[in-house]
């Protein structure tokens, strides 16, 4: 595998606060974050990459896709999932069956559906009846 070798376009680290802690350029953040986003990426070596903690770098990624997602016109705006919708929204329809075999048998259905009725009318016709089988 080969690796690559990323560099960012300004400095990472700007200066040091008061308190000893970093302070980073925020440009060279969304960058950073930007390239860790892209597919096989790795976070951890990019943030060893950068001297960054990979925790940080984390939040700095979950900070990132939260912005994006308030923008209207970015695609993290988007829903994972969209709830679907049946365009049928009334009951099946339904009627009564009878049938009256040549044998005499009569069979009354008080509710069938159109979906169960192609089942039902090839059960119906497989079904043995003393007139068809005289020979």
Not at 3 to 17: A, D, F, K, W
Not at 35 to 60: E, F, T, Y
Not at 86 to 112: M, Q
Request: glycine content about 6%; charged content about 25%; hydrophobic content about 40%.
């Amino acid at each position: 595998m080969k690796e690559r070798s990323t560099r960012l376009l300004r400095p990472l680290i700007v200066g040091h606060g008061r308190d000893g802690r970093c302070l980073y350029d925020p440009e060279a953040k969304r960058e950073l974050v930007r390239i860790c986003l892209q597919p096989g990426a790795s976070i951890a070596k990019m943030a060893l990459d950068h001297g960054v903690n990979a925790n940080l770098l984390r939040k700095w990624i979950g900070l990132y896709r939260e912005t994006e997602a308030s923008s209207p016109t970015s695609p993290l705006a988007l829903p994972t999932f969209v709830p679907v919708q049946s365009l049928n929204t009334g009951k099946p329809a339904e009627s009564a069956l009878r049938v009256e075999l040549p044998n005499g048998v009569k069979l009354t259905l008080p509710s069938v559906t159109l979906i169960d009725l192609p089942v039902i009318l090839k059960a119906l016709a497989e079904l043995p009846c003393s007139v068809s089988n005289r020979d």
